[in-house]
């Protein structure tokens, strides 16, 4: 149980384009959703909080406008890296809270790759 | 002074050894306590949740949750090539975000 995906599971793309990466809860609806970039050899950065039908919470830091996130239904939400440029190459990693279990230990999806030529 | 303390290694420990894995942390509003185990180019994996002090065991694992010390640790009993990870202690106070360590690498030699 609890199983978070993610798509694409790596993405190479041109600087100036911009990349939509998917999360899914795929057993469980999940009210809240984290997103996070990891860098190599370093723990998790937590860029936003989305909660289901609201705007996202950004960290402090974390451009808005560059980073768009959607949380349209209660499996699904997306993270738009807009206007790419090389420095947003990074790991990205979602999460999820199940909140049948009633805990609030997060589930992660497996990551996204992204890679900007 | 980081919310959470943890030793990044690398650590290095022959196969069937117990192996210790500790954070500590400052933040006394922390209730809700997670190990977690990212192998590389992965997601995290979630190992062990407990909420306030004491132990939960759940195989080869135990988590342990020093309250009165800020201080976390995760055992691993014998110990096998397969866990070579990195590992990374996470707490939260509640509905608030989660505050990582900053991860363990932990080798297992065979």
């Known amino acids: 149980g609890a199983v978070v995906s993610q798509h694409p599971s790596r993405v190479i793309c041109k600087s100036g384009t911009s990349v939509k990466i998917e999360c899914r809860s795929l057993?469980?609806?999940?009210?809240?959703m984290f997103w996070y970039r990891q860098f190599p050899k370093q723990s998790l950065m937590l860029m936003a909080t989305?909660?289901?039908?609201?705007?996202?919470?950004?960290e402090q830091g974390v451009e808005k406008d560059k980073f768009l996130i959607n949380h349209a239904s209660l499996t699904l939400s997306t993270l738009t890296v807009t206007s790419a440029h090389p420095e947003d190459s990074s790991f990205y990693i979602c999460?999820?809270?199940?909140?049948?279990?009633?805990?609030?230990?997060?589930?992660f999806g497996p990551g996204t790759r992204l890679t900007v030529t | 002074q980081k919310e959470v303390e943890q030793d990044p290694g690398p650590l290095s420990v022959p196969e069937g050894a117990i192996v210790s894995l500790n954070c500590t942390y400052s933040?006394?509003?922390?209730?809700?306590f997670m190990w977690y185990r990212q192998y590389s180019r992965k997601g995290p994996e979630l190992l062990m949740y407990?909420?306030?002090?004491g132990n939960k065991e759940d195989g080869r694992f135990t988590a342990q949750v020093d309250k009165s010390s800020k201080y976390i640790s995760l055992f691993i009993r014998d110990s096998q090539p397969s866990d070579s990870a990195t590992y990374l202690c996470?707490?939260?106070?509640?509905?608030?975000?989660?505050?990582f360590g900053q991860g363990t690498r932990l080798t297992i030699n065979p």
């Open positions: 999460s999820a809270r199940d909140p049948g279990r009633g805990g609030y230990e997060q589930y």
């Open positions: 057993d469980f609806q999940a009210t809240t």
């Open positions: 989305s909660n289901e039908g609201s705007k996202a919470t950004y």
């Open positions: 933040n006394s509003a922390f209730q809700y």
């Open positions: 407990t909420y306030s002090s």
């Open positions: 996470a707490m939260s106070a509640g509905a608030q975000k989660l505050v």
